[in-house]
């Protein structure tokens, strides 16, 4: 498309031009009302700020006006498809929402007696159970705010573990294809990356990590592996690798943003897996929000178990308490974590039951299978090997016939998905 | 198979014989047999999947167990306040709600503006010139901010002091944040009207030379700390960083900016978002421009698009972990994308003049409190100090009277002896806090059943 054609095409239609909301603002126009206060006004005089803050002045139209014109610039699950992989753009259901935002459940305050807030303490309490359950792993915290929060925890376990037997770790091996938080979170809990390179058909090999453990021993702290892996494939080397990095006393890191391709169909704590997190935005459909909040759970094997964060949420006599544990790592995320997103994760697995969680997985791999048979038909396959739900096609075969590369396809694909509204899939 | 679901059986069908495939279990066939065949989920009494109906009877019968209380006096880093009904339901908008982390600027040019506004919002509230996307809660902003004074010290193993007046919940998260590689940081103790100790901060200084000081405004007491002066008792190598748990308190008192702070970091919930039993929250980070490049997280800046138009876009995100890996100066990948909107819109909708009035009723409904209870024999801990909206009180019988009014549906604050890890100190000490929506009479039936009993 000629450039001329394209920009009187992408200036029609939903384009809308929309200042910021304080050039919207009028001096003087009230918005908010708050409660009437019923107590003599008093106003202070020390440390008095000398200007107010410049928020804008606008009424509660322009509000909704500017916002929702704001939001129809967006992209988002409810206008079309994400074919993205591991970020795992599922739909996000509308029950979820309700439930969240239930009188009880969102108005609770985390320093609220335990006797009334028995409720919330059974909901955290339940998902715990439930990701042991789905990881196959022992304990579980539901604190960490987000994945990466979760990584840093489940490697600070990892650290205590180690500290509390003596062992004065260095590094922990990461293959190339993970994600680049997997570092930065190792470098966050005091460890030293060591990347391993995936063989060419896609997975780690077991020779690879044994090289890297016969060079390193037990200055290895622990491997932090994704399953399936970026790349949509599954480690199939997983039970021999887990046996070569336990045998120098290290711990098996499994990255669950994946999850989604194999909950009820496989088990981490069934793989040599010590220690994994779950990104509930991703396998349990709490929403993305354009980046966040998310909840990033670690579930663990018995023996990290007694480090993780504090309080923990314990059942007995029927009735829930925190307690705290000794040998704790302390805190990661303030009170309980994002509580709201739990009442969602909770709400979405309840809705599929046992059976309709592994309806989840087997979707995701039928459904990307089916994409991939027909784009390999055009596209260059990265990998020949079986792939869950995700896979990764090139662009060396358009690149032998013309001057078109990913990144064009990726950006004609936008073209396509949201400047033509009625063409929903890309 | 489930309405989220919507594949049907023929169509799996379909999807098969185009693959060769005989059964959905092939495709999985790559998973070694021994992981595969031990796969079942044993969910007990949550085997069943439930109707629409049944969730809303399940959340419901929890929610009830929650209902106990008619009214609270909790705060110490969690706040209640009133929602407008168009912050509730400009979020569920779903433009807003289901879209994706920002990455593309051509379709996410809403979520960009917002987040560029929210960051607008802070800086301004703040005194401070340069505000990011956001970041978990006010905790792990302030654990961030503690690394970053690493960073900007060049001493990966420097030094960091605390205040001992900051939330514990703040304290206690930066120091995990740091425990694993570097020192843990050093408490600097209070004075006896609750503020930070100066003569404690000017020997901690000289001993340990730190990167950074991380002091709170208001503290965990309630109490404003007058730190004009705090600034130039520190060396220039050491960063000042202000906590601030409520930045309601910003609407009427002078911002950390204009008192030579570095980095300004706190929670925003309590503008625009429930409690939540504590999360999601949302933290903010502000700093000036020339630490710009050693900020954790993400940073939306504005631009031109290829027409020359005003547009929005991620920036300065050869910071971050996606691109600089165990470089990056965080490992966070996103921030709290919705509810830094719902911060926005509440704000905005509150706008300059309602924004002070929130701080003055705070401020108001407190002063109230502290001279009934002071007329009650129920004296502040800290009474000489200037107070926002919460502090610590001494209550003759605290147990008794604490206990007395939970069984009346009010949790009269936070007993703080545990809090503060065992400290005999506080054992006669409740942490009350006001917020909006509390009547005189709320206040009066507190009033009373605190001194009775």
Redesign the interface.
């Known amino acids: 498309m000629a450039d001329k054609d394209y ?1 009187t095409q992408a ?1 029609t239609g939903l384009i809308l ?2 200042d ?3 050039e919207r603002s009028s001096s003087g ?7 009437t ?8 005089q ?5 200007d ?7 009424g ?1 139209l322009d ?2 006006r ?3 014109r ?10 079309g498809m ?1 074919p ?1 992989g591991s ?1 795992t ?5 509308r ?1 979820n ?17 335990a ?6 303490l ?2 955290i309490y ?1 998902m715990e159970r ?1 990701l042991c ?2 990881s ?1 792993l022992d304990a579980c915290t539901t604190q960490p ?5 979760g ?2 925890t489940g ?2 376990l990892i ?1 205590a573990f180690h500290k509390n037997h003596g062992s004065r770790r260095k590094y922990v091996l990461v293959p190339d294809t993970a ?3 997997n ?11 060591i990347t391993l390179p995936s063989s060419k058909t896609g997975v780690l090999g077991v020779d690879t990590v044994r090289e890297a453990v016969e060079k390193y021993g037990r200055d290895i702290a622990a491997i932090m592996i994704t399953n399936p892996n970026t790349l949509g ?2 480690e ?1 080397n ?2 021999e690798i887990s046996e070569v990095v336990h045998s120098v006393g290290a711990q098996v890191y499994m990255d669950g943003a994946n999850m989604n391709a ?1 909950v ?4 981490p704590g ?2 040599g897996v010590d220690v994994m997190h779950f990104n509930l935005h991703k396998t349990f ?1 709490t ?9 990033g759970p670690v579930a663990v094997r018995e023996h990290p178990g007694s480090y993780l ?2 309080p923990r949420v314990v059942l007995s006599d029927s009735k829930y308490s925190v307690e705290y544990l000794p040998d704790s ?13 739990l ?1 969602r994760a909770l ?1 979405f ?12 997985a ?2 995701s ?3 990307a ?2 994409l991939k ?1 027909h784009l390999s038909k055009r596209f260059k396959l990265s990998h020949d ?2 792939s869950f739900h995700e896979f990764v096609v090139s662009d060396n075969l358009q690149a032998k016939t013309s001057n078109v590369k990913t990144l064009q396809i990726a ?1 004609a694909l ?1 073209d396509r ?2 400047t033509l509204p009625r063409y929903t899939s890309p | ?2 309405s ?2 919507p ?1 049907t059986t023929e169509e ?1 069908k379909h ?2 014989s ?2 060769g495939a005989t059964s ?1 279990d092939d ?6 047999p ?3 065949e ?6 007990g009494e ?5 109707s ?1 109906h049944e ?2 009877e ?12 008619k009214c ?1 006096f ?1 705060g ?3 706040y ?1 306040n ?1 929602i ?1 009904a ?1 912050v ?1 339901q ?13 990455y ?1 600027p ?6 960009l ?5 929210f960051q ?2 802070m800086c ?2 703040t005194g401070m010139e340069v505000a990011n ?2 970041m ?5 902003a302030t654990a961030e901010a503690a ?1 970053m004074a690493l960073r900007v010290g060049r001493q990966p193993k420097g030094k960091t002091l605390i205040a001992g007046n900051l ?1 514990p ?2 304290k ?2 930066t ?3 740091l ?3 570097a020192p843990a940081p050093i408490e600097v103790a209070w004075d006896n009207e609750g503020k930070l100790d100066r003569n404690h901060l000017t020997e901690l200084v000289k001993e340990h030379n730190p990167c950074s000081v991380i002091v709170s405004m208001p503290n965990y007491f309630g109490i ?1 700390d ?1 730190f004009s002066t705090l600034r130039s008792q520190l060396p220039d190598s050491c960063m000042l960083i202000v906590a601030v748990p409520d930045p309601s308190a ?6 950390p900016g ?1 008192l030579g702070a570095d980095v300004v970091v706190g ?1 925003a919930h309590q503008l625009g978002t ?9 933290g903010f980070f502000a700093t000036r421009k020339n630490f710009a490049r050693q900020m954790p997280g ?1 940073l939306v800046g504005e631009s031109q698009d290829a ?1 020359g ?1 005003r547009a929005y876009t991620l920036t300065m995100a050869t910071r ?9 100066t ?10 830094a ?1 719902r911060t ?15 701080g ?2 705070n ?3 407190f ?2 409190l502290r001279k009934e209870l002071e007329g009650h024999g129920i004296p502040l801990k800290f009474k000489s100090s ?1 107070h926002y909206r919460e502090g610590v009180f001494e209550v003759p019988n605290l147990k008794t009277r604490f206990d007395a009014l ?1 069984k009346r549906g009010i ?1 009269a604050g ?1 007993p703080l002896q545990q809090k503060m890890g065992g400290d005999d100190a506080f054992a006669q000490s409740l942490l009350v806090c006001v917020h ?2 509390h ?2 009479r709320d ?1 009066d039936t507190l009033i009373e059943g605190l001194s009775h009993g």
């Open positions: 920009q200036t031009r929309e910021t909301i304080f126009r009230e918005g908010y009302r708050l409660p206060l019923e107590v003599p006004e008093v106003s202070p020390a440390q008095r700020r000398t107010l803050a410049e928020l804008p002045e606008v509660e509000v909704v500017h916002f929702t704001l939001s129809s610039w967006n992209y988002s699950i409810d206008t994400f993205l970020c753009m599922k739909y996000n259901p029950i929402e309700e439930m969240a935002a239930l009188p009880g459940l969102s108005d609770v305050h985390p320093e609220a007696p006797e009334v807030s028995q409720g919330a059974d909901i339940q439930l359950e789905i196959g705010a987000a994945g990466a929060v990584e840093f490697l600070s650290h994600h680049g938080t570092p930065a979170s190792c470098t966050l809990a005091g460890y030293e990356t494939l599954f199939t997983i039970l194999i009820g169909m496989a088990k069934h793989m459909s929403p993305h929000g354009g980046g966040g909040p998310g909840a964060p504090n790592i302390g805190k990661v995320k303030g009170a309980f974590g994002n509580f709201g997103m009442v709400c697995i309840r809705h599929h039951g046992a059976e309709g969680l592994r309806l989840i087997r979707a791999v039928l459904n299978n089916y048979y090997a079986p950006k936008m998905v949201f | 198979m489930s989220f679901i594949l799996e999807i098969l185009t693959l959905t495709l999985f066939s790559s998973i070694p021994k992981i595969r031990n796969a079942k989920l044993n969910l949550m085997s069943k999947a439930l629409e969730l809303r399940y959340f419901g019968t929890l929610a009830a167990k929650n209902a106990g209380l609270h909790l110490g880093g969690t209640d009133t407008p168009i509730n400009l979020v569920l908008r779903g433009e807003f709600l289901t879209c994706y982390t920002p593309q051509e379709i996410s040019q809403g979520t503006q917002a987040i560029f506004e607008t919002l301004r509230i996307a956001s978990y809660d006010g905790a792990t690394l939330p919940d703040y206690q998260v120091h995990a944040y425990s694993c590689h404003l007058d910003l609407s009427i008192f002078e911002p204009s929670e429930p409690m939540l039993f504590g999360g999601p929250h949302v993400r027409r138009q971050e972990q996606h691109i600089r890996r165990e470089k990056a965080s490992n966070i990948c996103t921030n709290q994308g919705l509810i909107l926005t819109i509440y704000l905005s909708f509150l706008g300059k003049r309602g924004f002070e009035r929130l003055v009723m401020h108001s409904l002063e109230y200037l939970l949790a936070i909006p929506k009547k005189k206040l």
